[in-house]
């Protein structure tokens, strides 16, 4: 088991750019298909970005698409969301979290999670 904590959030005005970190406690992060999913009060979390192992092409939502990069450092345990050219509706928790399958959008397929960190988007 991996302990995920996120950072990074904030509040920010349309057409800014933010990066979220993840940090896993463990070296078994390399061994993960990491993933962010973002959540807004009263709907389920949403897929937004993956990025296997090793690096492989990560695969993105299409309403982040273009927007967002993800990435990982191995080294530092380091999972990371650069979110350009921010929209009010990006405004939401974002959560990072671990699966073992090689690729997944699929929220129940993803076993350890962070606590999240919010980003809020004005207009």
Partial sequence: ???????GGGLVQAGASLRLSCTADRNTF????????????????????????PSSTPDYADSVNGRFTISRDNA???????????????????YCAATMELVSRDVHAYIHWGQGTQVTVSS
């Fill in 30 to 53: 390399s061994t993960y298909t990491m993933g962010w999913f973002r959540q807004v009060p009263g709907r389920g979390r949403e897929f937004v970005a993956h990025i296997g192992i």
């Fill in 1 to 7: 088991q991996i302990r995920l904590a996120e950072s």
């Fill in 76 to 94: 530092k345990n380091t999972l990371y969301l650069q979110m350009n050219n921010l929209k009010p509706e990006d405004t939401a928790t974002y």
